[in-house]
């Protein structure tokens, strides 16, 4: 029974960012800043605005200034709800 449930999630229903690791100070914890290029609601102008993603780095692999990929999670505490799936660059 359980296997068959596995086989019909859909896959890629998580939603996935690509950021600059800005903090690694905590354990097990990056902060993320992820940038995005949007229209102003009432001018259309492209504009920049960002957001911090708390993720979880289970293996401390991600270093300040690299390039990852996070991807939502489960709640994991009051903050993160995003997990470290690779490091892009270094």
Known sequence: MSEQTETTKKPGLRKTRVGVVTSTKMDKTI????VAR???????????????FYAHDENSTAKVGDKVRIVETR????????????????
């Open 31 to 34: 902060v993320v800043e992820y």
């Open 75 to 90: 709640p994991l505490s009051k903050l993160k709800c995003w997990e470290l799936v690779e490091v892009l660059t270094h």
């Open 38 to 52: 949007v229209p102003h609601p009432k001018f259309k102008k492209i504009v920049k605005k960002s957001k911090k």
